[in-house]
């Protein structure tokens, strides 16, 4: 199946068995709660188990010029230290043009080179995680130090245009932003600026690997299952075929666990070495250093109206880093080419090589921070008009994508805008800043767009109908804690009429059917897709055997029923030998036909002490319009958790580099904030009902991300509502607000 044209009616739509949409539970629920759903770090392999542990760079730059591992191979229980000198060769870095990043060579210990703070110089394994640990404090590592760049914005200078993503182009210029701009009556030139976020999971990154001859299996967190298996083959240098992926629960990806990092590599080496199974883990410590961050990102907004409020021109420049040996940079300009109307467009990326660790996707990449300046920019935009922040956005509603001229497939910004307005009490609202006042508190209330890029995949699936009735259905996707065990399987239950209970929904692992696993939030479109066109498949097979034209069938109730009145079980008609059918979807062209967004609406109240400077968040709205539903109990969860990631955002999260080392000084969650219970208070996500059959055959689109996007700029505006102080850079703490009122005064 190829989506070259919209997706006509279809079993989804008709949801005799009314599965689609409905709030039940997680199906692998029970399996989490009882400790029985195995992680990577949990799984067992039958013979005696070795744990590694990685021994980090103390230093962020320069050359390891001696090793003394003697202390830790003699220490008790050690099997092996690897180092640079004893380490097996591996495929060189990259290549940084690969298709996919997340696919390249990884070389762990290939040379003597500290290309970052807290990069593997050593691995000791040894009979136990806690001896392995203990013999690692043993080795000593003398260095040679080099001078790093390590700030963003010290280093602007030395900016280049990076290479844009498959798709999409860094830079987007339409009409003449800069004239449209310099005589524009009412204009804005801001900067935001946003600083490093961690994924801060709740799983650790992990890995278990085996060799059975000369095929590897590892059991790691790994949100993308196929990208993973081509990672190791590049890195150990063999074929992808003698190498196996399993990762059946994630404990959080965010984006973090998009590649595999060194405890992957390392354990497969090492247990090729040893001949025996190794394990290992990242501390919370050092999964800081050892895996993937956000850029900190420096963004200049300039927007540019007539006095009645049209946009004439915008304008959105991003800066962010990568570390000095990748490419990566921070999509964070590219939903402002989609978002509202104006003839003269400007957006640009640009990017620093830094000797930081690597930096990548992270919670909604792009429009996460992207939308935290050019949603503030917007409110600002209105403040010198004197109207209302969502009357300024109906305003510069586009009739069609502003920069790709082909129409939406799509768009409900203005419903969700309006709706939310209605259920917040936006009416409410006064206009000045500051009027508002309860005792001690000054409150204030932000409003917000959301939108994300919509994404389908090619992916494929298999299933198979025994003769109990069971359906079981097999796909190398991933549940990243997001729901896809429970989705998938209404999908299926839905698509056969069968009930839950007799769907068996088998995921993550890299001898199934590939699929492009979770993140970007194309999962459930991909997967279920796939899904979906196996399962027809299945359906068409099952009509034959009853006798009937497809059309002519009905599936409810673990039955097929043809017009003509002859029913049959389905378990009957599977017979002994069962039935099996594949499935496949390919994302065709109506990506290029139609822009494809999901969008929303957030609106916040705050309070802020007129003494201390302190933020309280008192309530928060999302409105959202994301394409048809699956689980309305799982897509709130994901959009209440992006929100509440909207709110870290926005008043917590900020990793901090010390300038002087080239290293996070809060790398433990004790120090890198996150909102807590306390700050969180009544939080509410609502979905407008929609299908767009321009997307998929299921006529979805992707939530996971959507939450995020735009979720802390509605903060921020409310504090500006509250207090009429302005903080651009990200997160807005009491200090900068405290900072900012006596600049005013």
Known sequence: MEMNAPSPRNPVDDNLSGLIGKPIDRVDGRLKVTGRATYAYEVQ????????????????????????????????????????????????????DAPDRYARASPQLADDKVRHYGEAVAFVVAESFEKARAAARLVHVRYEPEPGNYELAVSKSQAEKPTGEEGEEADSQVGNFEAAFAIAPVTVDATYTTPHHIHAQMEPHAALAYWDGDCVTVHCAAQLIESARQAVASTLQILPDKVRI??????????????????????????????????????????????????????????????????????????????RFDNFYETASTQTRTLYAAPNRSTTHRSVKLDLPISDSTRAPGEAVGMLAIEQAMDELAEKLQLDPIELRLRNEPTEDPEKNIPFSTRQLVRCLKEGAERFGWERRQAQPGAVREGRWRIGMGVAAATRTNYLMDAKCSVALDGQGMLTARMAMTDIGTGSYTVLTQVAAEMLGLPVSSVRMELGDSDFPETPGSGGSWGAASAGSALYDACCNLRAQIARKLGAPEADVSFADGRATAESGRSETLAHLAG??????????????????????????????????????????????????????????????????????????????????????????????????????????????????????????????????????????????????????RIRDYPLTLDKLIAEQERGT
């Open 246 to 323: 399993v990762s059946r629960y994630v404990g959080g990806g965010f984006g973090g666990k998009l590649p595999v990092h060194g405890e992957v590599m390392l354990s497969a080496m090492a247990s090729r070495q040893l001949g025996r199974p190794v394990k290992a883990a990242l501390t919370r410590q050092q999964m800081f250093h050892s895996s993937t961050h956000r850029s900190e990102t420096i963004q200049r907004v300039r927007l540019g109206a007539t006095p009645d409020g049209r946009l004439v021109a915008i304008g959105h420049d991003t800066l962010s880093h990568s570390a």
């Open 576 to 725: 002994t030998h069962g039935l099996q059918a594949d499935g496949e979807i390919r994302k065709g062209d109506m990506a290029k036909k139609f822009s494809q967004q999901a969008y929303g609406a957030h609106f916040a109240e705050v309070a802020v002490d007129v003494d201390t400077g302190e933020i309280r968040l008192r309530r928060m709205l999302g409105v959202f319009a994301a394409g048809r539903i699956l689980n309305m109990k799982t897509a709130t969860s994901q959009a209440t958790g992006g929100m509440i990631w909207g709110v870290g955002s926005a008043l917590h999260e900020e990793a901090v580099v010390d300038p002087r080392f080239g290293c996070f000084v809060n790398h433990d969650l004790a120090e890198y904030h996150v909102p807590a219970h306390a700050d969180i208070p009544a939080i509410e996500a609502v979905f407008l009902e929609e299908v767009d059959d321009k997307t998929n055959p299921l006529k979805i689109k992707g939530v996971g991300e959507l939450g995020i996007c735009g979720a802390g700029a509605a903060i921020a505006n409310a504090v500006y509502h509250a207090t009429g102080v």
């Open 45 to 96: 392999q039958p013979g005696p188990m070795a744990y590694g542990f990685i021994v980090e760079s103390t230093i962020a730059k320069g050359t390891v010029a001696g090793i003394d591992a003697s202390a830790a191979e003699r220490a008790p229980g050690v099997l092996l230290v690897m180092t640079h000198r004893n380490a097996p060769r591996q495929g060189a870095w990259g290549p940084l």
